[in-house]
C-alpha cells in the first residue's frame, strides 16, 4: 500500500488548497480514508475522513471550510480547504484505515503517507 499526497504549498489567509492523495494497493471501498495534519510542536490532529461507504465527517474547527471526497476511478480522495486560517499551518497526511466507520483516532490508521505541508500567512 502506498499513499502519496500532494497540493500543499503557502497560501494567504482566506485563500484555498486543495490536496490529493493518490493510493496505490488498496481499495477506496475496503478502507476509510482520513486526512490528518500536525503542526510544529504539537500532537498529530485528524481533520476529515470519508469512510469506505462514502461517509464524510470532518471536526468541527474545520466544518464548513473543509471538504473531503474521493474519485474511486482514480483511487484518490481529496480535501478541499477554503477560508484558510494561520492556524491551519502544519504537516497533512492522508491515512488508510480498515475500520468500516469514519474515526479520526490516529491509532486506528494502518497505512500513512509521507505528509505535504501547508503553510498559510496572515
Known amino acids: 500500500v502506498q499513499l502519496q499526497a500532494s497540493g500543499g504549498g503557502l497560501v494567504q489567509a482566506d485563500g484555498s488548497l486543495r490536496l490529493s492523495c493518490q493510493a496505490s494497493?488498496?481499495?477506496?471501498?475496503?478502507?476509510?480514508m482520513g486526512w490528518f495534519r500536525q503542526a510544529p510542536g504539537k500532537e498529530r490532529e485528524g481533520v476529515a475522513c470519508i469512510s469506505r461507504g462514502g461517509s464524510a465527517y470532518a471536526v468541527d474547527s474545520v466544518k464548513g471550510r473543509f471538504t473531503i471526497s474521493r474519485d474511486i476511478d482514480k483511487n484518490t480522495v481529496y480535501l478541499q480547504m477554503n477560508s484558510l486560517k494561520p492556524e491551519d499551518t502544519g504537516v497533512y497526511y492522508c491515512?488508510?484505515?480498515?475500520?468500516?466507520?469514519?474515526?479520526?483516532?490516529?491509532?486506528?490508521?494502518?497505512?500513512w503517507g509521507q505528509g505535504t505541508q501547508v503553510t498559510v500567512s496572515s
Open positions: 494497493g488498496l481499495s477506496l471501498y475496503s478502507y476509510t
Open positions: 491515512a488508510a484505515t480498515t475500520r468500516n466507520t469514519a474515526t479520526m483516532t490516529t491509532d486506528l490508521y494502518n497505512y
